[in-house]
């Protein structure tokens, strides 16, 4: 079945320092990867998405590539603040399907 | 505009019975989906709704159903609970047809079984 596999689980950077997370999907049609943000005791939020016809974009501090060949795309923070302590869950979503299959999360922390 | 509404909260049941968490999406969004939260499994897919039809289910057993309104609120049930269903339940709404577009969640339910 489709799965989707994130690393780390757990990522601890100095603040100011940058952070990267991995993914990868195993459904070849996958054509939509968002990114969610879940602070500790709140609900999932969309931080930043990329769809299959792009290879990279980027939002201030946040950014995402896709290597659609490798089935692999990544989430990566830079100048990390206390703020971006979080758990984030990549997804995999392929058009047709309505469902998202989401990754296992990491827990990232930033140390001040 | 309200933001996606999931009741009850907390609530806590034990093995054997049954529980209904209901959902009301942000106004104009009809599609409704549902998941489950457990420490180290991430987010898993239990079904999704739109305009009262189910368009995909996860791999979950047939103890867990869901259904649509046609006001697009819905509710999830699941039977004959056990321990492993513990878990924080989010139910999630979009505005867009297709599934490619931003899930606006709720807040959760988190269900206990004893």
């Known amino acids: 079945g489709e799965n989707v596999e994130q690393h780390p689980s757990t990522l601890s950077v100095q603040e100011g320092d940058s952070a990267v997370i991995k993914c990868t999907y195993s459904?070849?049609?996958?054509?939509?990867f968002p990114w969610y943000k879940q602070e500790l005791g709140k609900r999932p939020q969309l931080i930043i998405d990329?769809?299959?016809?792009?290879g990279e974009k980027k939002d201030q501090r946040i950014a995402v590539t896709l290597n659609k060949t490798a089935k692999h795309f990544s989430l990566h923070i830079t100048e990390t603040q206390p703020e971006d302590s979080a758990v984030y869950f990549c997804?995999?979503?392929?058009?047709?399907?309505?469902?998202?299959?989401f990754g296992t999360g990491t827990r990232l922390k930033v140390l001040a | 505009k309200a933001g996606v509404t999931q009741t009850p909260r907390y609530l806590i049941k034990t093995r054997g019975q049954q529980v209904t968490l209901s959902c009301s999406p942000i106004?104009?969004?009809?599609?409704v989906s549902w998941y489950q939260q457990t420490p180290g499994q991430g987010l898993q897919f239990l079904f999704e709704?739109?305009?009262?039809?189910?368009?995909n289910k996860g791999n979950f057993p047939g103890r867990f159903s869901g259904r649509q309104f046609s006001n697009s609120r819905s509710e999830m049930n699941v039977s004959t609970l056990e321990l492993g269903d513990s878990a924080l339940y989010l139910c999630?709404?979009?505005?867009?047809?297709?599934?490619?577009?931003?899930?606006?969640f709720g807040e959760g339910s988190r269900l206990t079984v004893l």
């Open positions: 999630a709404s979009s505005f867009t047809f297709e599934s490619t577009g931003e899930l606006f």
């Open positions: 459904d070849s049609a996958s054509n939509y």
């Open positions: 990329i769809r299959s016809n792009v």
């Open positions: 997804a995999a979503v392929t058009s047709g399907t309505y469902k998202y299959i």
């Open positions: 106004s104009g969004h009809r599609s």
């Open positions: 709704y739109f305009s009262e039809t189910q368009r």
